[in-house]
């Protein structure tokens, strides 16, 4: 059911969109910044050969720095100023929002309001240093070591002079890229940090359908393979806008109340679940976890001999491990699923709601208040966390599926599709809200000039 903001914003008009000066002036400041990031992208570290470092990354793809690679817009692959993106600052707000949810102290700063989000919001970015520290130090002694054992020098002068630059630069790169997310998100439209991820993803979309297409003329790409591809991408992102979306509103009733005739009234709202609590974390946990031990044993398969045993081992992990096989489509899919219902189980506290819940007088009718209430919204958000895990094992899974038949290297995998579709529904309802308010704004101007003429 739509509800009443739905309905007014389904009846905006884009004609009055030429006449939002400050919505215009956002949408440009946004672009501008986002610019500025992908000429980033292209500016390599000091002391590193982009010649020599790309046919070294093309030796380990299909690791967990292709992961890192789609989401910095191919920054990893040429060794930018920006190379580690905003990797390390997502995944210190996923360690901060668990810990806050589990640690005494930190649920206590969670309640402090405003306060304590500031606070958070701190530890954040000094997790995001440390992360940043610490990667690029390894990320620049493994550049040195893995090419002098490839024969090949990606690092012109390889040296402890060397990983202190290597790290001074991604750190800033890094912090940099958090300070411009920051300003589209006061000065522009949407959230800074989600579009900067998704202006990556999508940068390396003219090079896909280029290649899909010029794979079509040369026919080395059957053309009902190409349409296939074309329909299934369709079709998910025709699912995630609708599942996204999706909510199971749970009435809540207030107490009656006397209105201003004197006639007693009860208030009614809804408690929205939505149906995928977890959002894109739970493909970026099991991916990652999952793609680690790939990367891992692809490194230190350079420096083991050819015939020992480990060797051996190495390779059958590689083997079975790789993209479309079934041990890691079964593997991938088992992990989507755990991580939806322990993140969803972590965000959202049935007790902590239903405790607000009574302390407001509301009630959700049929339901006694306080610990019954907590065992149903349980048993509601189970019930619907079920049907998002399958949602999110289907649009990731199917992807990999695809890849592995048709050997088409598909960059928009599902956890891209879902950050590219989340984002940009997100920025297309905050304009909406912005023509929204200016339309209210014009009527209030009218409403005001007619008074005065009275």
Request: glycine fraction near 10%; include cysteine.
């Amino acid at each position: 059911m739509a509800s009443r903001a739905d309905n007014i914003a389904s009846n905006l008009s884009l004609a009055n969109f030429s006449k939002a000066t400050e919505l215009k002036q956002r949408i440009w400041f946004t672009i501008g910044a986002l610019i500025v990031f992908r000429f980033l992208s292209f500016v390599p570290l000091p002391g590193v050969n982009p010649l020599i470092l790309e046919s070294l990354y093309d030796q380990t793809r299909g690791g967990i720095l292709d992961l890192f690679n789609t989401f910095s817009g191919g920054s990893l692959e040429r060794m930018s100023l920006i190379a580690l993106g905003v990797m390390p600052y997502i995944t210190a707000s996923i360690v901060v929002q668990l810990a806050a949810a589990l640690h005494p102290s930190l649920v206590a700063l969670k309640k402090e309001g405003e306060a304590g989000r500031k606070k958070l919001n701190q530890y954040t970015r000094y997790g995001a240093v440390f992360l940043c520290a610490i990667q690029g130090w390894f990320l620049a002694a493994g550049l040195e070591a893995y090419g002098a054992q490839s024969g090949l020098q990606a690092v012109v002068n390889p040296g402890m002079m060397f990983r202190v630059v290597a790290v001074i630069n991604l750190v800033g790169g890094t912090m940099f890229l958090l300070w411009l997310g920051e300003q589209i998100t006061s000065r522009g439209i949407g959230n800074g940090v989600s579009l900067i991820i998704m202006a990556g993803i999508v940068a390396q979309f003219p090079t896909f359908i280029a290649n899909l297409f010029e794979g079509g003329r040369t026919g080395s790409i059957n053309v009902f393979v190409i349409v296939g591809l074309v329909v299934m991408i369709v079709g998910l992102v025709l699912a995630i806008c609708f599942m996204e979306r999706a909510q199971r509103r749970l009435l809540v009733q207030y107490p009656k109340r006397a209105s201003a005739r004197g006639m007693m009234q009860a208030d009614r709202s809804h408690l929205p679940l939505k149906l995928n609590t977890a959002g894109v974390i739970p493909p970026i946990f099991a991916s990652s976890l999952l793609l680690l031990p790939l990367t891992i044993s692809q490194f230190a398969g350079n420096s083991v001999s050819t015939g020992s045993a480990f060797y051996g081992v190495i390779q059958t992990l590689n083997q079975y491990l790789q993209h479309g096989q079934p041990l890691y489509l079964a593997f991938y899919a088992t992990g989507i699923i755990f991580f939806c219902f322990f993140y969803t189980a972590v965000v959202f506290n049935p007790e902590e709601t239903a405790e607000n819940l009574k302390k407001n007088g509301g009630f959700i009718p049929g339901i006694r208040p306080g610990k019954r209430t907590a065992e149903y919204l349980d048993y509601v958000l189970t019930r619907i966390t079920v049907i998002g895990a399958i949602y999110l094992t289907v649009v990731c899974v199917l992807p990999e599926y695809m890849i592995a038949q048709t050997g088409i290297p598909l960059f928009l995998g599902g956890t891209s599709l879902l950050i590219v579709v989340n984002v940009t529904v997100d920025t297309i309802s905050q304009i909406q809200s912005h023509l929204l308010a200016h339309q209210y704004g014009d009527l209030i101007k009218k409403a005001k000039l007619k008074g005065r003429l009275r």
